[in-house]
């Protein structure tokens, strides 16, 4: 299970000023996309795609493992709920850590350190959802992850369209 997405207006307004500061031009244009892509193209770009795979791959399956434990978590089995979410930040953590080792042409940098930017702070609330004392509690964080996941699945589309990647599997 990936997590839905439901969008909070401010942390929207949040990630358009980041992907704004980090293309520089205020939106992700055409022109950035193509100037991406321009750069990196040929065996290069297929390259960079395999090793964007080789980490995003086994980071997805990881996090639909640890999220698909929570849907129908109750009380007794918060400690679980706890472990699933620190090891969905973890994965984050690791993903991010990962991407950030690889060279990328400057307009895909740029959203990469975006996208590092919010995975982290995806992680950060994911830790503070895992510190929960009931479920209900628990429950609460639903809304604030499920909108902290847009951001980062935005800029997740653009690296994979920079990398002639399909979109990313949404199921």
């Known amino acids: 299970m990936r997590r839905t997405v439901r969008v909070a207006s401010g942390l929207v307004t949040g990630c358009a000023v980041l992907l704004a500061a980090g293309c520089g031009?205020?939106?992700v244009s055409a022109a950035d996309h193509a100037s991406a892509t321009e750069v990196t193209t040929g065996t290069a770009r297929?390259?960079?795609?395999?090793?964007?795979?080789?980490i995003a791959q086994?980071?997805?399956?990881?996090?639909?493992?640890?999220?698909?434990?929570?849907?129908d978590n109750d009380d007794a089995h918060l400690a679980a709920a706890e472990a699933d979410l620190?090891?969905?930040?973890?994965?984050?953590?690791?993903?991010?850590?990962?991407?950030?080792g690889i060279a990328f042409p400057a307009g895909t940098e740029a959203i990469v350190r975006l996208l590092y930017t919010v995975n982290q702070q995806r992680a950060q609330l994911t830790v503070t959802a895992a510190?929960?004392?009931?479920?209900?509690q628990l429950h609460g964080y639903e809304q604030r992850l499920d909108a902290a996941n847009e951001p980062v699945e935005q800029a997740v589309r653009v690296i994979r369209s920079q990398l002639g990647l399909p979109p990313p599997d949404t199921d």
Do not use: I, V
């Not at 510190?131 to 209900?136: E, G, P, V, Y």
């Open 25 to 27: 031009s205020g939106t």
């Open 46 to 54: 297929q390259t960079l795609a395999a090793r964007y795979l080789a």
């Open 58 to 71: 086994p980071a997805n399956r990881q996090l639909d493992h640890d999220f698909d434990g929570l849907e």
């Open 86 to 100: 620190r090891a969905a930040a973890a994965t984050e953590r690791r993903f991010d850590r990962l991407l950030l």
């Open 131 to 136: 510190a929960s004392r009931s479920t209900q």
